[in-house]
C-alpha cells in the first residue's frame, strides 16, 4: 500500500453509471480506480445512478461491491434509479433535486474527506452544490462535454458533429438554443465550484478550455488503459455500453483478407450509419471482411441490417473478451461523429498491435498518427472512410507498415492513475488535519465567471476606436463580446463621439483603436491618466513607423495629396500610441516592433473567432458544399493586395490549366494580371461582399489562398486572418509562410504553407487531386481556429493584459506629435451583433467573365466610383490624370502628371 499525505482518506466516488449495472469505457474507469485506492487502504464508498429494473423498491438502495483485489472487503454502493432523468431533453437530467437531496443524505452518513465526480447525466448539476454547500472538496472528471453539450459529446440531433465550443455554434442541441441557454448556467456555475476539473485527454482539456474552464482549474489525468489479458478487477473495456456482457463470436476468416473491427455499437454517434455507407461502396472489393460488435442482439442472422454478405454483426462482448476478439482482427475501425475525450479501445487496440482507422474525432488522434500506426479521415464522411478501408485492402504493404508501428504506444496504468489522483486528493484536503476538517461552505449562488487572480480588476472597458470595417469588427467587437463572458462590461465608441468622455470616467481601463491624435483625444487621454486609469493603444498594422513608409504597400499605389494625407495619418497614430501607456498588436513583430520605437510594454492579442461569425459559419458548415468544379478563391478587402496576389497569380493560373475540372474565384477589391485570361470561362469574379456572408462564401470555396508579397515588414507583421476567416468555414488555406501563418498552421495537418512558385504549385497540386485531404485540413483548420482562438480563449487572454497595465510616465521620446482639431459629434459605427446579422444580404453571384481589358476596366469602374464618394470629382480627375501620366512616356506623360498633381 502507498502512503497518502500520512493517512487514509475516505473517497466518495460518484458516477451516473457504474458496473455492474452498466459497462463501457467510461464507466470501468471509476470503477477501476475506486478499486485500486480502496487495495490502497483508502475508505471508498460510491454514489451511482441506475437504469433498467430496480431490485428493490424505492428509488434508493444499497448494494456492495466485492472485488477479488480486495481480498473479500467490499465497496458500498448506494444506487439511485435514473430511468426518468436519462433523456437529454429532459430537465431532470441536468436538474435532479431528488437525487441531490439523497447524495446529501449520504455525504452526512459517510462523511468524506473528498469526492470526485465523474459523468453526472441523469444525477444533475446539483449533487456539486450540496458539496459545495457540506464544504466538502471536490473533483470532476470530465469524460464528455455533458456540461456544456445537452447531448454530451458534440453531436447534433441528425448526428453531424456540432461546433466545439458550444457558445460559438448555432446547435439547437437536445431541444432547442433557448432550453441549452437556460441549462448552461445551471450545469456550468456548479462545475465552477470544483477544486479542479480534470480532462482525460489533451485534446479534451483543449476542448474544456475552449468552453470556459480556467486553466488554473484544470488538470490532465489520462484515463488508465488494462492491456487486453491484464487483469485490473475488470478486464479490457466493453465492445458497447452494456448492462450484460455477452459471449464474444470472433471473425474466422482464417486469414483470407484484411479483417476489420467495429466496436461501437447501434448507436449513431459512434458513427454505425457512416460505416454502414462505408461499408456498402466497398461490395465487389475482394480480399476483406468486418465484424461488427454490440450491434445486434445474438439471434440476428449473418448479413442483417443491410450489411454486405461478408460483415458479420455480433452482440457485445465483455471486457475480458477482448483480447480474442481484437486477436481475430487486422485493423479497428473508429467512425465516430461524436468527440471521443479517449477512446480506451483505440489505444487497447494499437497495444496489441492493431492499426486503427479513427476520424478527426479528438481522442484517438493522439495516439493515432496518419500514416504511421493507422490512417485518419474525416468525421462523418463515408467516402473518405471507405478510400481509407480499400486503401488497406488493396496496399498489404501499407497494413504490414501500420502493424509494426502499432505497439509504440504509451498506456497509462491504473496504478499510475491512481498515483495521480492521489497527489490531487492530497492537494485539496486539508494535510495538517488528520480528521479531515471540512473547508467552509462554499456559497453557490454567488458563482460568477472564474477570472486571472492577479494584477488591477477590471470591471469596465471602454474601446475608442477610429476605424470601421472588418478590423473594427475584430479588435474592439470581439474582444468585447469575450469579455461579457467573463462578467466584464465593454462599450465601443468612435473617437468623434462626444458619449466617449462619460464612459471614460467610468472604465477601468480605456483602449484606443487605430485612434489618429486630436487636440480632442489628447485630453480625453491625459483626463484619464489623472484618474488613474491606464490607457491602451491597439493596432493590427504597422502603420506607426513612418520610417517604413516604403514597405507600406498603400503608399505604393498612392500619389500626390492622397499619399501626403496617408503619411500624416502614420504620424497622428504614433503621436497617439505615444500618448498610451502601452501597446496591444495583434501579432509578436506588431508588438516587437512597437517596444523598439518606443520602449512601451506590448502585448500581442491575435485575431480570433467571434461568437457572431463563428456561428455564421457553424451555420454555413452545416450545408454541404455547392456541387460542380473544384472552386479556387483568392480574397481581397482592400485595393492594396493586388501586389500579393501577382506573386502567385501565374503559379495558381499555370496549375489551374492542367486540371479542367477547377476553377478560380477572385472575390473583392483586386485587378487581376493578364495571365488569368487563360482560364477562360473558369474564373469567376465577384464583388466585394458584406461581412456576414463571408462565412457561406468561403464555405462555397475548396481551397482558399493566402499570399503576401515576401520582402516586406508590413506583411511579415500581418495577422492570419485569412487562414482563420477560411478555417472556421472549414475550408483549407494555402498561405505564405510568415510568421503568423507559421505559428497557426501545421503544414499538410489544418492547413499548407507555401513558398516560391515550386512549393506553391506543389501545395495546390495536391489539394485539387485529393477531396479528402482537403476535407481533413478543413476539418482540422475549424477545430483549431475555435479552440486556440475562440471566445472564451481570447476573453481570458485579453483581461490578462488589461489587468497588467498600469498608468507610465511618458517618457520623452524626441516625437513631435501631429494633432488635428475634430470636435466631437455623434458618428456612429457599422451594427454588430444581431443587427448586423438580421439584415437580408444580397446572394453571392459569382459572375463568369474572359478576363482581360474588361476586367481591368470593371475594376477601374470599382475605384472610380470609391474615389468620387470619398474624394469628389477635380480630386478623383486628378488622380486619374496623375496615375495615366506616370505610365506615359515623354513630355505629354510629365505634363499630365503635373496637371493631376494639381487638380488633386
Known sequence: MRPF???????????????????????????????????????????AGWIGPSPHAGSAFEEAIVAQELGGRAVPVRWFTTNDAIDWGSRLNYDNTAAAAEFAGMLQT?????????????????????????????????????????????????????????????????????????????????????????????????????????????????????????????????????????????????????????????????????????????????????????????????????????????????PDELAAVLSAADVLVVPSVMQETYSILTREALAMGLPVVTTTCLGPEEVVTDGVNGLIVPQDDPEALAAAMRELVRDPALLAQLRRAARDVELTTVSSHCDHLESI???????????????????????????????????????????????????????????????????????????????????????????????????????????????????????????????????????GAERALWIQGVHRYRTTMELCDAFVGSTALLCEHASEVTGMPAFEFPNGAGIVMSRLADEAVRRPRLPGRIRVGYLSGTDTHDRDWATIEEVVV?????????????????????????????????????????????????????????????????????????????????????????????????????????????????????????????????????LQLGPWTQGRRYLEILQSVEPRTRRASGWEDVLLDEPFEPIGLEPYGEAATDRPEPPVVPVRAHLGAWAHLGALARRGAGSLRHRGVRATCGLVLERLGRRLEGRLGRRLERLGRRLG
Not at 470591471?459 to 470601421?468: K, P, W
Not at 491618466?529 to 504597422?542: C, I, Q
Open 5 to 47: 499525505i500520512g493517512r487514509s482518506v475516505r473517497v466518495l466516488v460518484v458516477s451516473a453509471h457504474f458496473p455492474p449495472n452498466f459497462v463501457s469505457g467510461g464507466t470501468l474507469v471509476p470503477y477501476r480506480s475506486a478499486i485500486e485506492l480502496a487495495r490502497r487502504g483508502h475508505e471508498l464508498a460510491v454514489f
Open 654 to 786: 499555370a496549375t489551374l490549366e492542367a486540371v479542367p475540372g477547377a476553377e478560380l474565384w477572385l472575390v473583392g477589391k483586386l485587378t487581376p494580371g493578364d495571365a488569368v485570361r487563360r482560364l477562360g470561362d473558369r474564373v469567376s469574379l465577384i464583388g466585394f461582399q458584406p461581412w456576414t456572408t463571408l462565412p457561406g462564401l468561403l464555405r462555397t470555396l475548396d481551397v482558399n489562398l493566402a499570399p503576401l508579397e515576401p520582402g516586406s515588414r508590413f506583411n511579415d507583421a500581418k495577422s492570419a486572418i485569412k487562414w482563420l476567416e477560411a478555417g472556421l468555414s472549414a475550408t483549407p488555406t494555402i498561405a505564405s509562410p510568415t510568421r503568423p501563418f507559421r505559428h497557426v498552421i501545421e503544414h499538410g495537418a489544418n492547413g499548407m504553407l507555401a513558398e516560391g512558385d515550386d512549393e506553391w504549385r506543389d501545395a495546390l497540386s495536391a489539394l485539387l487531386a485529393r477531396d479528402t485531404l482537403r476535407r481533413t485540413l478543413g476539418q482540422r483548420a475549424r477545430r483549431d481556429a475555435l
Open 110 to 318: 459517510f462523511s468524506p474527506d473528498v469526492v470526485h465526480f465523474h459523468s453526472m447525466q441523469g444525477l444533475g448539476a446539483g449533487l456539486l452544490r450540496e458539496a459545495a454547500r457540506a464544504g466538502v472538496p471536490f473533483v470532476v472528471t470530465a469524460h464528455d462535454f455533458w456540461w456544456w453539450c445537452g447531448r454530451q459529446f458534440l453531436c447534433d440531433r441528425d448526428y453531424h458533429p456540432c461546433c466545439p465550443v458550444v457558445v460559438a455554434g448555432a446547435c439547437d442541441c437536445a431541444v432547442d438554443r433557448a432550453w441549452l441557454d437556460e441549462r448552461t448556467p445551471a450545469t456550468t456555475s456548479a462545475l465552477r465550484l470544483a477544486a479542479q476539473v480534470l480532462a482525460v485527454s489533451e485534446s479534451s482539456a483543449a476542448v474544456l478550455r475552449a468552453n470556459g474552464i480556467p486553466p488554473e482549474q484544470l488538470t490532465v489525468v489520462h484515463n488508465p488503459v488494462v492491456e487486453a489479458g491484464g487483469s485490473a478487477g475488470v478486464g479490457g473495456s466493453a465492445g458497447v455500453g452494456s448492462s450484460a456482457g455477452a459471449s464474444a463470436r470472433p471473425s474466422t476468416d482464417g486469414g483470407n483478407g484484411v479483417r476489420f473491427v467495429f466496436a461501437g455499437g447501434p448507436d449513431p454517434m459512434k458513427g454505425l450509419p457512416v460505416l454502414r455507407t462505408a461499408l456498402r461502396s466497398l461490395v465487389g472489393e475482394h480480399g476483406w471482411s468486418a465484424d461488427l460488435y454490440g450491434v445486434a442482439e445474438p439471434s440476428t442472422p449473418r448479413g442483417a441490417e443491410g450489411f454486405p454478405p461478408n460483415v458479420r454483426v455480433h452482440p457485445p462482448f465483455s
Open 425 to 559: 486528493y492530497a492537494g485539496i484536503c486539508t494535510p495538517d488535519d488528520p480528521g479531515g476538517e471540512r473547508h467552509a461552505p462554499r456559497d453557490h449562488r454567488a458563482a460568477t465567471p472564474a477570472r486571472p487572480a492577479t494584477g488591477r480588476r477590471v470591471e469596465r472597458v471602454l474601446f475608442v476606436v477610429g476605424i470601421d470595417g472588418a478590423p473594427l469588427r475584430y479588435r474592439a467587437h470581439l474582444p468585447r463580446e469575450a469579455l461579457a463572458l467573463l462578467g466584464v462590461h465593454a462599450d465601443v465608441r468612435h473617437y468623434r463621439h462626444p458619449d466617449v468622455t462619460v464612459l471614460g470616467q467610468e472604465a477601468d481601463v480605456v483602449v484606443v483603436y487605430r485612434v489618429p491624435a486630436t487636440h480632442q483625444v489628447a485630453r480625453f487621454i491625459a483626463e484619464a491618466h489623472e484618474r488613474g486609469t491606464p490607457v491602451v493603444f491597439d493596432v493590427d498594422d504597422l502603420i506607426f513607423d513612418p520610417a517604413l513608409e516604403r514597405e507600406i504597400p498603400a503608399l505604393k499605389i498612392l500619389t
